[in-house]
Nanobody, 125 residues
């Protein structure tokens, strides 16, 4: 059973930073795409950043380019999301998810089969 566990959420003021972590416990996910998605109040779940773990190729949705950075550790046990210059509109539950590399860069969450429980990020103005 694949396990993904997020941590690092919290409350910050606009302009602040947070670093989210996603612990990936299943070794066979090392060849998958791992992505961060978010779902704000009353909104649909949307893709934020993806990393194809084999090549370290990264993808970002336009609203976070230049502010967020996705990365993974060398042992491939965790994926991180460094979030800088946070805005109130970044407020959401953030989830990490794993899926086939085919879906890297595709922001539709339907292609991702394995999900964590989420971590809340709240940005106040």
């Amino acid at each position: 059973q694949a396990q993904l566990m997020e941590s690092g959420g919290g409350s910050v003021q606009a302009g602040g930073s947070l670093r989210l972590s996603c612990a990936v416990s299943a070794y066979w996910l090392s060849t998958f795409c791992v992505g961060w998605f978010r779902q704000g109040p009353g909104k649909e779940r949307e893709g934020v950043a993806h990393i194809y773990r084999v090549t370290n190729t990264t993808y970002y949705t336009d609203s976070v380019k230049g502010r967020f950075t996705i990365s993974q550790d060398s042992a491939k046990t965790a994926v991180y999301l460094q979030m800088n210059s946070l805005k109130p509109e970044d407020t959401a539950m953030y989830y990490c998810a794993a899926g086939s590399g085919f879906y890297c860069g595709d922001w539709n969450p339907d292609g991702f089969d394995y999900w964590g429980q989420g971590t809340q990020v709240t940005v106040s103005s």
